[in-house]
Structures are given as C-alpha cells and as structure tokens.
C-alpha cells in the first residue's frame, strides 16, 4: 500500500488544558504500540463545545477525552452513554462505536477499580470515601459495581455527601452512608478500602489530611486519587502503617490504558504510560 500519511486522530478537551499530562502518556502507548495514532490536547471553551464535538465529527476523530468543565455538559452532543457513565452523570471519554455512534464512557472509577483489583479482592468489602465530588462519584460508582458492599462517604458538605449517598442506594447494589468531617477523622477498625479524592495534597506533598492516624491499621487498602505529587503525605503514612497503597499516578495511568483500549482495541502498556508521565512530570529517576 505504500506510505500511509493519515492518522487515526483522538484527543481531549478541556479549559484549562496547558497542564493535562495525558497526551504524553496516550502518544507513549501509540509509539510503543507502533500505532498511526495521535491524541491532541485542545483548549476548549465552554461556549465552543459543541462546536468542537461537531469538528471532531467531521474530521474523523475516534473519539476524544473530556475533562473540566465539560465533563458533564457533553452529554447533550452524544449518542448515548455506557451503563455506568449514565448512572455517575459525567463523562471523560468518548468512544465512536462500529456503527458510528458516539457514546460517552466514565474511565475514572473504572482505571482506580482496575488497580485496586490487582491488589485485592473487592466483592464484599467495606469503603471509606474521603470526599464527594465528581472523583467521588465515579469512584464509588464503579466499586459498587464492582461487589464492594457498603460505602460510607465522609465530607464536609452534607449536601453534596448526602446526594452522593442517595445515588449510590438508589442506583447500585451496595449500601452508603454519611458521614460528616467536622472533626478530626477516625477511621472505622472495619474499613476495608480507604480512598482520597479530596484535592488536599495536590502539588503539595505536605498537606496533610485531618485524620487520626492512629486509627488507620495495615490492613487497610490505601488509595489517593492525586496523581501530582505520586508521594503524597496520605500515601506516605499509608506505606509507613503497612499498609497496601495505590497512587494516583497510577490510576491516571489505568484511566488512559482503559482509553486507548476503547478507541483503538489494543492492550496498551502501562509501564510504558506510566514511564512517560514520570519522564515529563520530573518524576523519573
């Protein structure tokens, strides 16, 4: 066939998008891969959404990631949305099916599921929520899903905790409950899975949350959602405890490698992801 010069093109919208690592981590997976792929990082304003959604349509793309602020707003430009991106309410990654419709997919809670399982077993486990916004929700959506039994969801906002904790009932088989963080936390000794999906440590390895960590025993699974720095002081203490620990970088690795397989079918390599956002993070050793 000769030398082929088209790519196959995907890419993310976001406002504001200068800081969005994935592209670096995505292009590892098609190099390594040796894909004719591209994934391009495009500043987006909510007022010229759907006006790139309709570009991308006319030029091809296989699908797209969506972070803030449209994660949401999204919605009403696509086809149709996977079960568990219609029970969470947002969307991150968009995905142009055989037939070519769009469907809108929820890849957070399922990369953060992908690496607690490799870790440990969920079906009835016990969940500690550590916030309840979108993070949360995507999280706690995909562990109950996943067989974890019960979620109880500690925020300051008992409105949006409460919210959170009525969808999870409502919506999937597990059962949650809230709790309110007006005081120093202290982690229930039956607490299977602890997970962070507050901002507090984010670019600041330092910040620490305010917990008991006396409370918090080895059997514990550990898991920050913070991908910058990896080494937050949650994660930290965890691995101090004994405990089992996940960082974000991790999970932002499974969320891109969950992405790539949708679009492009290929098993991407994580090492190879992971390395990449290290290298441009100034994280690499």
């Known amino acids: 066939m000769g030398i082929q010069f088209l790519h196959q093109l995907t890419g ?3 406002q504001p998008s200068a800081e969005n690592p994935t592209v670096a981590m995505v292009e590892a997976a098609f190099l390594h891969h040796k894909l004719r792929w591209r ?3 495009c500043e987006v304003a909510p007022a010229n959404l759907a006006a790139a959604v309709s570009g991308a349509r006319a030029m091809g793309w296989v699908g797209f990631n969506c972070s803030m602020p449209h994660k949401v707003a999204v919605i009403q430009y696509l086809d149709g949305l996977a079960p568990s991106a ?3 309410g947002a969307v991150n990654t968009v995905v142009r099916n055989p037939s070519g419709k769009w469907i809108g997919e929820n890849t957070d809670g399922k990369g953060f599921v992908q ?3 490799e870790v440990t077993d969920l079906p009835g486990k016990t969940a500690l929520i550590l916030g309840a916004g979108g993070a949360a929700r995507a999280v706690a959506v995909e562990l109950a899903l996943a067989g974890v039994t019960r979620i109880d969801v500690v925020n300051r906002s008992a409105t ?3 919210a959170l904790v009525k969808l999870i009932n409502e919506r999937t088989p597990a059962q949650a409950h809230f709790r309110a963080w007006d005081a120093v936390l202290q982690i229930p000794p039956d607490t299977g ?5 507050t901002s507090v440590g984010l670019g600041a390895p330092d910040d620490e949350l305010n917990i008991d960590w006396s409370s918090l025993h080895a059997g514990t699974v550990v898991a920050d959602a913070i991908p910058n720095p990896p080494q937050t002081h ?3 203490i965890a691995k101090a405890k004994g405990c089992t620990v996940i960082d974000g970088l991790g999970m932002l690795v499974n969320q891109g490698a969950i992405a790539v397989r949708l679009w492009t079918g290929v098993e991407a390599n994580r090492g190879a992801m992971r390395w990449a956002l290290e290298r441009v993070l100034g994280l690499a050793k």
Not at 193 to 197: D, F, G, I, M
């Open 160 to 162: 949006h905790g409460e």
């Open 39 to 41: 994934y391009i990082n």
């Open 12 to 14: 993310s919208f976001s």
């Open 115 to 117: 690496a607690l399982r």
């Open 234 to 236: 949650l994660v930290r």
């Open 86 to 88: 219609q029970i969470i």
């Open 193 to 197: 899975l602890l997970v962070n999906t």
